[in-house]
């Protein structure tokens, strides 16, 4: 099943963006648009084994003092103001 959408509004830069991709990728505009959705929505795996590391190597990096509950809860309460 296919549904069809109007998109209203496209900045016109935004616009010629998407028609210069289409072209270099040899698509129609819908084509490109729909390529595009289907990639900045599709599921991306994580790796768990690459995060670890990543977050080790981070941790061994940190030269501060140890970091309570509380001082993580402050810095996340203060990132929402």
Known sequence: MSTSITLKN?????YRRIRMAADR???SLNSE?????E??????????EES??????LRER?????????????AIDQGRR
């Open 62 to 74: 940190y030269t501060g003092p140890p970091l309570t509950l509380d001082d993580i809860e402050a």
């Open 52 to 57: 670890l590391q990543q977050a080790r190597r």
């Open 33 to 37: 648009i729909i390529a595009r959705l």
């Open 10 to 14: 496209i900045p016109e830069p935004l």
């Open 39 to 48: 990639q900045a929505l599709a599921p991306h795996p994580v790796d768990v």
């Open 25 to 27: 990728h040899h698509r």
